[in-house]
């Protein structure tokens, strides 16, 4: 390789210097051209020594061992070695217990007379605390407090274990119905509705009403009395007045002052006509049979609509 390069690098002066030659117009001598082979001799042995140096320089670097890059393994995983577990036998549970086979009523203690506090539902576990006397409630540990379920209805476990329960609850007292009150029949047959107005008459004193019956229609032959001073006369309504209207003047004029009348519905007596021709006089009975309207006379007045209604 060298040698090639030698000779590539000859041929490239002579061609730099012939060109020169070739290109002058006047001849050389033969002292020019010895003096321009002897330059181009210089500068072959120039290059001569540089590549020398450069084989030299190649050679070193060629003797160099290039390191190797040797690739480290990846570290391997150790598998971690799962201990096998030898199963435990589950304990067999000796506590009483209760499984609800239907729906229930669980309650506050043993019996229907006691407040429901809550539903057991089918399917469902209880822990059994006790029992009544009799054995025919089972006491179970219900929402953390006691309660009680009726025994036949529920599948026990170990019931032989189920000692009477130390406090059992008293049931509460079973309200006693009250009965509606029922009112008490009116005290009077008739009622005064209203006291009607009483406007001063000087000419003379007297009272008028009227009866009603539960509808508000006026009624006839109902009795009424007016008292003062003792009894004083009885007259039925619409008797010989217009319907359902009574009336009396007692006193032939003015009353005097002070007098205190009374007037009230009776029982009719026989003496009274229903054509108003007389009055009756006959007291034996004058149970009144409504409240009584009264009224203590100061001065003449003239007393209109006093109404007492049937109850």
């Known amino acids: 390789m060298k040698k090639r390069f030698l000779i590539l690098l000859i041929v490239l002066c002579l061609a730099g210097l012939g060109a020169p030659l070739y290109a002058q117009d006047e001849p050389l001598t033969l002292d020019d051209l010895a003096e321009k082979v002897e330059a181009m001799v210089e500068l072959v042995t120039s290059l001569s020594d ?13 003797a160099t061992d290039t390191p190797t890059v040797t690739p480290t393994p990846a570290p391997t995983e150790t598998p971690t070695l799962t201990p096998t577990l030898t199963p435990t036998a589950t304990p067999t549970s000796t506590s009483p217990t209760a499984s609800i086979t239907r729906a229930m009523n669980v309650r506050a203690g043993p019996g229907t007379n006691y407040a429901v506090i809550g539903q057991a539902n089918a399917g469902s576990e209880y822990p059994i605390a006790g029992k009544n006397p009799a054995g ?5 540990i219900y929402g953390g407090q006691y309660g ?14 189920v000692q009477v329960a130390p406090a059992i609850p008293t049931p509460a007292a079973t309200p006693v119905p009250t009965a509606t009150p029922i009112p008490p029949p009116p005290a009077f047959a008739y009622s005064l509705v209203d006291s009607g107005s009483c406007p001063g008459n000087s000419q003379q004193t007297f009272f008028e009403g009227l009866i009603h019956d539960r509808n508000n229609n006026v009624l006839n032959n109902v009795c009424v009395h007016v008292a003062f001073n003792g ?4 007259k039925c309504s619409g008797c010989g007045k217009p ?11 003015p009353a005097s002052s002070g007098t205190f009348v009374e007037i009230w519905v009776v029982n009719c007596p026989a003496g009274v006509n229903t054509d108003g021709s007389h009055n ?8 009144p049979l409504s409240p009584k309207w009264s009224m203590t006379i100061t001065n ?12």
């Open 50 to 62: 540089r590549m020398n140096a450069f084989e030299v320089r190649l050679a070193a670097l060629e």
């Open 136 to 140: 025919g409630w089972w006491q179970i």
């Open 148 to 161: 009680w379920i009726y025994a036949p209805l529920v599948t026990a476990t170990n019931p032989e274990l």
């Open 231 to 234: 009894p004083r006369n009885t």
């Open 243 to 253: 319907t359902g209207k009574w009336g009396f003047s007692p006193f032939g004029g």
């Open 280 to 287: 009756s006089k006959d007291f034996s009975n004058l149970t």
């Open 300 to 311: 003449s007045v003239g007393c209109n609509n006093i109404t007492f209604k049937q109850n």
